[in-house]
């Protein structure tokens, strides 16, 4: 049962054992990213938890706070709807329940709200838009670092591809800093049904590579613009290359090498900045 | 005793013990990187190996391969000075040696060159140059990840003041897919003792902040352009930020957070390709 906690003003409710039902969601949380997470995910951290709390895509289903933390940040914790439970425990019951140390004492468990279907979204989208695609990144660290530029600058959705990995891992919420809990993002099948998609909705397809004939510095932004990224390596099949508008970033001598997650930063500034 | 490596045809010296001294610069690398270094570094990986023998820099040392790579890296290896030994070691005494398994199989030790003083060498930079300065910045990953972008775009010069970590530091060097080791860097005592240093070469020094004053994707670069970052946190103090030309990339609606290498990396793309 909540109690009011006198020194923040609102209620929480104490944990006092690590097997406690109302905390299973947080339950060894680095294996239940592997095994599957029933549309529920994982925010870390006090920024994450600003973000989840302002932001209106997926639901909020609960927070867990270290005791010692909560004076420091009850005015975050005055934004939390009075029908999301808020959990307190000991550092000693946190780490036991979540598996590992929770250094900074600060969780909460979402739930992501599906956003229908890309061609009805793409469809309703203003005249003036900007999309990011990505094909086969596995990387969570480039996945978060690409959803926190789109984030930034406003993108108004992410296209995935099958082979790309979840946006609401653990941690690629954390490196978007919770920018992939504001970009509403769908998957599709494969990167040629994400190219059609973009198509038929009248997006000009920019695909970032370094053998495209355009120069990105000197591209006029389509009205419509789609940004499609692919892995560092190999980088975007030949086949989808040769469907879109190839764009490059000149680079300097032989060291012709950049992050991809920082090549989105790059190409979505030069986009919303023209 | 270097003997003659059939497979690949040139001269290889094998380890067969962890505790051979002509290793002994591979020995425990994790705790080397903590306690000091003696000017030396450690470059991991065949990406990085491949930087370190093509860059003037610095000096190669030594390089040690698993056995099981040497014939997928023989192209890499032959350019592999004579004056250089080349270890080669089974997984089990090269991870013995490490401290930690080398699961790539590809390690080199390089021994910094000083690169003078930093005033004689802005000065004798051409007309048109393009320096990065750091201030406060600790984390390998974004000094590798500025390193990076500073060598894709073709940066002269990187100085740092006495806050910001090593660039040689392990981690930053492959971060930086070995960027770290093709630019230039001078460590000053202070931030102003940077801004100083920059003025007086003639530098027109671009402060990045969320606060600045320009925009930069108006900004016309300057002949000589020093680009100055700070931590995502703070920022640049604000006395350090009364002494430059402060620019901002403005951002949208309550998201206001990019990630320091990235920003690096948009404004270094703006400043080269205008």
């Given amino acids: ?57 997926h639901a909020v289903e609960s927070v867990f706070v270290l005791d010692k933390r909560l004076p420091h940040i009850a005015h975050l914790l005055q934004d ?14 946190m780490d ?10 600060v969780l909460a468990v979402g739930r992501r709200r599906e956003q ?11 005249e003036r838009a900007l999309v990011v695609g990505f094909v086969g990144l596995a990387n969570h660290d480039n996945v978060g670092g690409i959803f926190r530029n789109a984030a930034a600058f406003g993108a108004d959705a992410v296209l995935l591809d099958d082979t ?6 653990r941690k690629a919420i954390r490196v978007s800093v ?19 998609l973009l198509t038929d909705a009248g997006f000009s397809v920019l695909a970032l590579s370094p053998r495209g004939m355009d120069t990105l510095s000197a591209l006029e932004p389509p009205r419509r613009a789609a940004l499609l990224l692919g892995t560092e390596g190999p980088g975007l099949p030949d086949d989808v290359l040769a469907r879109c508008r190839t ?15 920082t090549t989105s930063g790059i190409a979505l500034h030069h986009l919303v900045s023209r």
Same sequence: chains 1, 2.
């Fill in 96 to 105: 036991a329940v979540a598996g590992f140390p929770i250094h900074r004492g």
């Fill in 1 to 57: 049962m909540p109690v009011a906690y006198s020194a923040v003003g609102f209620e929480v409710c104490h944990i006092d054992r690590p097997d406690d039902p109302r905390v299973e969601a947080y339950v060894s949380i680095r294996e239940r990213d592997l095994v599957g997470r029933e549309g529920r995910f994982i925010a870390e951290g006090e920024t994450v938890l600003a973000v989840l709390l302002r932001q209106k895509l």
């Fill in 164 to 169: 790309s990995c979840d946006p609401l891992y």
């Fill in 80 to 93: 939390v709807p009075a029908t999301v439970p808020l959990y307190v425990a000991s550092r000693e019951v």
């Fill in 178 to 196: 919770g920018g992939a809990l504001c970009v509403p993002f769908f998957r599709e099948a494969s990167a040629h049904a994400l190219v059609d």
């Fill in 116 to 126: 229908g279907e890309a061609a009805a979204f793409l469809a309703a989208l203003p």
């Fill in 247 to 261: 764009v490059s970033i000149p680079m300097h001598g032989t060291f012709d090498s950049l992050n991809v997650a």
